[in-house]
C-alpha cells in the first residue's frame, strides 16, 4: 500500500524559510516522479515542484528561484526547501505520485506565511 506522509508546515514570516518533508512507504521514490502541490484559500491545487526518476526537475514560475525540490534514496523522501517565503506562499502543500496508473496524495501540510 502506498503511503505519503508531509511534515514540516508552519507558519513564518515573509521571507522565512521552511522545509517540508514527505516520507514515502509502498513506493520507490528514486524510481518514481514526485510532485508538490499546493492549494491556497480560494485557489485550485496547482503544482508546485516535480523531480523524476533521473532527478530532472520543474518548478511553477511563481517559485523558480526560490524552492528547490530534493529527495534521499536512502531514507525514501522527498523534500521541499522553501525560501524567501511569500504571503501568497500560503497554502496547505501536498506530496503526490502516480504509481502503477494510480494517484497518491498525502494528506498535505498547511503553510502560513503572515507578518
Known amino acids: 500500500q502506498v503511503q505519503l506522509v508531509e511534515s514540516g508546515g508552519g507558519s513564518v514570516q515573509p521571507g522565512g524559510s521552511l522545509r517540508l518533508s514527505c516520507a514515502a512507504s509502498?513506493?520507490?521514490?528514486?524510481?518514481?516522479?514526485m510532485d508538490w502541490y499546493r492549494q491556497g484559500p480560494g485557489k485550485q491545487r496547482e503544482l508546485v515542484a516535480r523531480?523524476?526518476?533521473?532527478?530532472?526537475?520543474y518548478y511553477a514560475d511563481s517559485v523558480k528561484g526560490r524552492f528547490t525540490i530534493s529527495r534521499d534514496n536512502a531514507l525514501n523522501m522527498v523534500y521541499l526547501q522553501m525560501n524567501s517565503l511569500k504571503p501568497e506562499d500560503t497554502a496547505v502543500y501536498y506530496c503526490?505520485?502516480?504509481?502503477?496508473?494510480?494517484?497518491?496524495w498525502g494528506q498535505g501540510t498547511q503553510v502560513i506565511v503572515s507578518s
Open positions: 503526490y505520485t502516480n504509481w502503477n496508473v494510480h494517484d497518491y
Open positions: 523531480i523524476t526518476s533521473a532527478r530532472t526537475t
Open positions: 509502498g513506493i520507490i521514490v528514486s524510481t518514481s516522479t
